[in-house]
């Protein structure tokens, strides 16, 4: 359906003998006078109006969904008659071919009478779709009864194999997880910054995005994840909590999508600490998209780019420092001083995603005589790094980037830049 939008940012204010233009030294007389307010401008009066006609509309949609194309009966074995939609609709075919299908390409509004129809031709009827019981939940709304999916299928993918076991009324098998364990990448930027955070054994509040992977061990180094922008705002709650040693992580593009309004408020609430934004110049949990912060539109077009230093600066931030990912030392004093600081200090630990700067340099030298076993180059969790079988260390040159990190982690040397 193609409904037109009409969006009027003006509002017409007539006098029963001439217009009055308001402006920004206008006076508007002492008579009487009518304020006509266009019916897309969603006040209260238009917004009771306007859900009145999309309740029209939903009513004119569903008979059009009782008729259309979309939703389509095919009829083979009557003895068994499946209702579903969308992916499940293929998974189901695939089961049982020669099973009736009521498909449906609307499913909202439901189609009650042609869901009547369908189960009048079927001696049994099913209904199966992912997760919430909508289509189920519907047909018992039109008085239709068909047996439905047992509730362990509320949760998790509906898979082409789980047909039989809906069919059968049985519940979802146990499903066994044989996944590797998530990793960020060799060289990842972000990966200088946790170590540091573990070292010094901060109480770290974390966000969505690649870094949330500092969460797990070895470097056990983010202790929150919530939602975007939370990063600063529960690194808020925990300072007012009494909490000590609190420091708040966010990335770039989720500090430019929710952080600002968090930085805005610490500022505005006089909260001391640390907030570390780890710019990796790009948005690499979703795909390598570029945001503000980038100077880049979504073609790759050059824009205006917002300048992360500035912009913190701006929201109130009393200490704003810009420091390579790759100094990790640097990055732990400056973690250190800025701590216990009795200021709102920002840290941004800037380098390029290694998915968009892939120039690597020579691995590093491993000396064996120097080894102690110590261990602490795997603490950071690359996974060019790791023991052999005799306990000493290997390092992966096919997957090694380059970037030294395990060289500045070795107490011992046993690790040496090329």
């Avoid at 949609?61 to 293929?90: H, P, Q």
Wanted: hydrophobic residues 40%; aromatic residues 6%; proline residues 5%.
């Amino acid at each position: 359906f193609n409904i037109p939008v009409m969006v009027r940012l003006t509002t017409r204010i007539s006098h029963t003998k001439e217009n009055i233009s308001l402006g920004a030294r206008s006076e508007i007389p002492n008579r009487d006078f009518k304020i006509d307010i266009p019916k897309y401008v969603m006040v209260p009066k238009n917004a009771r109006r306007s859900h009145e006609l999309l309740l029209e509309k939903i009513a004119k949609v569903k008979k059009f969904s009782e008729k259309s194309g979309l939703n389509k009966i095919e009829i083979k074995d009557r003895k068994l008659g499946i209702i579903t939609s969308s992916a499940s609709y293929l998974y189901a075919k695939e089961s049982y071919p020669e099973a009736s299908f009521l498909k449906l390409g609307i499913s909202f509004p439901f189609p009650e009478s042609l869901a009547k129809e369908f189960a009048a031709k079927v001696s049994r009827l099913y209904v199966i779709e992912e997760l919430e019981p909508y289509l189920e939940e519907q047909l018992k709304l039109s008085g239709v009864r068909a047996k439905a999916k047992h509730v362990s299928f509320s949760a998790g993918e509906l898979r082409p194999e789980y047909i039989p076991y809906i069919i059968k009324g049985k519940e979802k098998p146990r499903e066994i997880l044989n996944a590797r364990k998530p990793l960020m990448c060799p060289g990842c930027p972000h990966r200088s910054t946790f170590w540091a955070l573990k070292k010094i054994k901060a109480i770290v509040s974390g966000d969505i995005g690649c870094y949330t992977l500092g969460a797990l061990a070895p470097l056990s180094s983010l202790h929150s994840c919530l939602c975007m922008g939370a990063g600063i705002t529960v690194f808020e709650g925990l300072k007012r909590s009494g909490l000590k040693n609190v420091v708040g992580v966010i990335g770039d593009s989720t500090f430019v999508h929710s952080g600002i309004t968090g930085l805005i408020n610490l500022a505005y609430n006089e909260v001391k600490g640390l907030i570390i934004i780890l710019d990796n110049s790009t948005t690499a949990m979703t795909g390598n998209q570029p945001h503000p912060g980038t100077g880049l539109t979504i073609k790759g077009s050059k824009t205006k780019r917002l300048m992360l230093e500035e912009i913190s600066k701006a929201a109130g931030a009393d200490s704003v420092i810009v420091v390579d990912a790759k100094d990790a030392k640097k990055i732990e004093a400056l973690i250190k001083d800025s701590i216990t600081a009795d200021i709102l200090s920002v840290l941004i630990v800037r380098s390029p995603c290694r998915l968009i700067d892939r120039t690597k340099s020579s691995p590093p030298f491993y000396v064996r005589e120097q080894c102690k076993k110590c261990y602490q180059c795997l603490v950071i969790d690359c996974p060019a790094v790791s023991k052999s079988e005799d306990g000493f260390i290997s390092i992966d040159a096919s997957l090694c980037t380059g970037c030294n990190l395990c060289v500045q982690a070795c107490p011992f040397q046993a690790l040496r830049e090329r």
